[in-house]
């Protein structure tokens, strides 16, 4: 199948697409302030470059795209060109996995949450960071 778009079309929409700051980033972390949460820095320059991070605690949080990162719920795969897509796709999936190895090894302690459960059920991912802080003994 062929793409429905021009090339031209096609790459100013790619082009579009954010890697921070975006909506449901966005969201949690306002849930994060209005919960009197706070004490975190964004876009620290760890490897993997978290969403979120509580740096004295050692607290890495991704907020991964459901098509980037291969939600086992709701991904599907792309129409056209699938072999690109998918080979991209999974290395997304591999370097995902390796940068929270590499994160644990070093004493880190990786959320990752998928896109759809920060639309959907924002106040259960904010419970599981909030009782993570307090037994890591901040806020």
Avoid at 22 to 40: A, D, H
Avoid at 68 to 73: D, F, S
């Amino acid at each position: 199948m062929t793409d429905v778009l021009t090339h031209e079309q096609r790459k100013k929409n790619m082009s579009h697409i954010l890697s921070k700051n975006t909506r449901p980033e966005i969201k949690l972390r306002k849930i994060l302030w209005s919960e009197g949460i706070r004490g975190y820095r964004i876009h620290h320059n760890l490897p993997g470059k978290p969403d979120i991070v509580f740096t004295k605690k050692k607290i890495a949080i991704f907020i991964d795209g459901c098509f980037w990162h291969k939600c086992p719920v709701c991904f599907h795969e792309p129409e056209t060109r699938k072999e690109f897509w998918m080979k991209k796709i999974q290395s997304n999936v591999d370097r995902d996995n390796k940068i929270n190895e590499k994160l644990q090894a070093d004493g880190w302690t990786v959320l990752r949450f998928w896109e759809h459960d920060v639309r959907k059920k924002p106040d259960t991912i904010v419970k599981k960071i909030s009782e993570l802080i307090v037994k890591s003994g901040e806020n």
